[in-house]
């Protein structure tokens, strides 16, 4: 090799890696690649191939800080101003990045874009923020972060929609994939039992008026809501246990599913919690009736506060299975022992008992629990004479249902690859 062509290779300000393996192939230097003209086909070149054969520079979990640290900073191109190398080399790389952002590779949409796809890209690289250090606090960067994934999550769903009406079949087989899990739930619990969807419900029935019957004739309660109090309690609760236990043993009982590349561990939590949302509806709905059949009593005060409970207890339950779902995996002994947490919980969320009979230095401690908050806002839209405390809000909730949604949903993003056991 000429030594006119190394003191050319050891003057450019590539990086030392990058410098070694140009000079170590004949091929890279009949191209000239080491020129800083040349740096875009460089780029494209070491992303699609380069990466592959040198394993070690730019892997997810392996990678050389020099060269993210090169990677990070402006290209050279003249074409393309404030650019960074890894942004352009991806853009280069990928044909519909260009069709979709053309001359927008520079937008701060299109990185967020690129955060939001980020560990779905081809090219299995080191974590989005060793490129785009924002160089906050840790308590800043992580709120960022949150935001950042949750924002470009909409971003993409929206650009699919709304430009790229091709990209509607992998909405269509996500959307049959839970709907082929919901049937599969539904219809193995009910063919399961002799007595079919009846058969479901009747237990859940049957704890509901054995409870009634104790209470009513052990505390003489003449209250014409009090069956409604007592199902509203026991169906809120029984559809986050129902979510929560399954979620802690997901990945397990569903691991044969996760070969079809159409399922996803959240397909299996969102499947589970419809089904249990629709077969605890369908129990308070036979309270109701009966309610109204025997008691000749049914007055609603708040529809649409008994409904926002119910939803918001059911968005809830998928939330925290799926966290419990993600924990699981890290946490092997979290299945054991999440019963015995959910015992503890079947206590201290008023199920049994109206959250206004406790005293106030346990009320101050009781009333973050959004298991509580929802229940009793549901047995309040019902019967307007209910009490409640100031401690029950509906903001309240809403906001802590919010905040565990998007926990979940972070995670999830963060660890789906990890969860899917091969």
């Not at 190398?85 to 853009?91: F, K, S």
């Not at 129902?242 to 996760?258: D, G, H, M, P, Y």
Request: proline share 3%; net charge positive; with cysteine.
């Amino acid at each position: 090799m000429e030594k006119d062509i190394i003191n050319i290779v050891e003057s450019t300000s590539l990086p030392r890696v990058l410098k070694e393996i140009i000079l170590s192939r004949q091929d890279l230097i009949n191209k000239k690649l080491y020129e800083k003209s040349n740096e875009r086909k460089l780029l494209k070149w070491f992303l699609r191939n380069g990466k592959n054969i040198y394993k070690n520079l730019l892997d997810r979990d392996c990678y050389n800080r020099e060269l993210v640290s090169w990677l990070s900073d402006y290209s050279s191109e003249e074409d393309f101003p404030k650019t960074s190398r890894i942004v352009l080399a991806i853009w280069d790389s990928k044909l519909i990045h260009r069709k979709l952002w053309k001359n927008n590779k520079n937008s701060i949409l299109y990185k967020f874009w690129l955060l939001s796809i980020w560990n779905d890209l081809e090219f299995d690289l080191p974590p989005f923020f060793k490129f785009f250090n924002l160089r906050k606090s840790l308590i800043e960067k992580t709120l960022i972060y949150i935001f950042l994934i949750i924002f470009s999550k909409i971003l993409n769903i929206f650009l699919l929609i709304t430009k790229f009406y091709k990209y509607e079949n992998y909405f269509k087989v996500q959307f049959n994939a839970i709907n082929a899990l919901i049937y599969r739930d539904l219809s193995l619990r009910i063919y399961k039992n002799k007595l079919g969807i009846i058969g479901v419900l009747l237990p859940e029935l049957g704890i509901i008026f054995i409870l009634y019957i104790l209470f009513k004739f052990f505390r003489n309660s003449d209250s014409n809501t009090f069956l409604i109090f007592i199902g509203i309690g026991f169906t809120y609760f029984n559809i986050f246990r129902a979510v929560i236990i399954n979620s802690s043993r997901a990945l397990i009982q569903n691991e044969n599913l996760f070969f079809y590349k159409e399922v996803k561990p959240i397909d299996t939590i969102i499947s589970f919690s419809i089904v249990e949302g629709f077969l605890n509806f369908l129990v308070l709905f036979i309270i109701f009736l009966l309610s109204f059949i025997f008691q000749q009593y049914f007055q609603m005060s708040n529809y649409f506060l008994l409904f926002a409970g119910f939803f918001l207890i059911f968005l809830l339950s998928c939330s925290f299975g799926i966290i419990l779902m993600i924990l699981s995996k890290f946490f092997t002994f979290l299945p054991s022992i999440t019963p015995w947490l959910v015992r503890i919980l079947f206590f201290t969320s008023a199920v049994l008992y109206p959250f206004s009979i406790l005293p106030q230095n346990v009320r101050e401690y009781l009333y973050l629990n959004p298991i509580l908050q929802s229940i009793e806002l549901s047995r309040k839209a019902f019967d307007n004479n209910y009490l409640v405390t100031n401690e029950i809000s509906f903001i309240l909730l809403f906001k802590i249902s919010l905040l565990v949604l998007i926990l979940s949903l972070t995670l999830y993003a963060l660890t789906e690859k990890h969860l899917i056991i091969k």
